[in-house]
Structures are given as structure tokens and as C-alpha cells.
């Protein structure tokens, strides 16, 4: 079964960035489309940034423009660039698969977003 480190979360004030990355095991890495999700207070998680094999970037409304994702297969490594960040983007963030069950989740890795 593949597994998932996350990594990168912290406090951030308003307007700032973070980058969050991902290493994966076991999931055969860059044969995947890959994920972000994330899981804010209260809510559902939810997928919010894909990239395919093929390198085909895909957001949700509320991150695009302002979250990047991005991938090095050779380190099996999944990355996300946060900008502009907003005190809505408070969550947890985990990486997969998409679709996700292409391994366990992992801890993931908590982003706060408050001055």
C-alpha cells in the first residue's frame, strides 16, 4: 500500500505563502495523477489542486490563480505553492491520488492562515 508524508504547513499571516510538499512510497509515482486536498474546520475534504501524469494542472475556483501544483517524479515528491493566502484556506492538507485511494492517507499537514 503507497503512503504519503506531508510537509510544509505553519502559521501565516494574510497575504503570505507557504509551500507544501508531499513525498510519496509505494504508489509507482510518476505513472499517477496526483492530488491536493484539504480538510478546513467543521467541513468535508475536499480536493482543491490535480496534476495528471502528463503534467495537466487543474484547480479549484477559490485556489486558482493564487496555489500552484507541481511534481518531481524522480524524487516522488508532490508540491504545492501557496500564495496570496487567505484566512479561508485554513485547513489540514493531504496529498493522493486522484482519484484518492491510491494509497494511505497520511498525518498531513496544517496550514493556519490568521494575522
Known amino acids: 500500500q503507497g503512503q504519503f508524508v506531508e510537509s510544509g504547513g505553519g502559521l501565516v499571516q494574510p497575504g503570505g505563502s507557504l509551500r507544501l510538499s508531499c513525498i510519496g512510497s509505494?504508489?509507482?509515482?510518476?505513472?499517477?495523477?496526483m492530488a491536493w486536498y484539504r480538510q478546513a474546520p467543521g467541513e468535508q475534504l475536499r480536493l482543491i489542486a490535480s496534476i495528471r501524469y502528463t503534467m495537466e494542472e487543474s484547480y479549484v475556483r477559490s485556489v486558482r490563480g493564487r496555489f500552484t501544483i507541481s511534481r518531481n517524479n524522480a524524487e516522488e515528491t508532490l508540491y504545492l505553492q501557496m500564495n496570496d493566502l487567505k484566512p479561508e484556506d485554513t485547513a489540514v492538507y493531504f496529498c493522493?491520488?486522484?482519484?484518492?485511494?491510491?494509497?494511505?492517507w497520511g498525518q498531513g499537514t496544517l496550514v493556519t492562515v490568521s494575522s
Open positions: 493522493n491520488t486522484n482519484p484518492s485511494g491510491g494509497g494511505e
Open positions: 509505494r504508489i509507482y509515482f510518476e505513472n499517477r495523477d
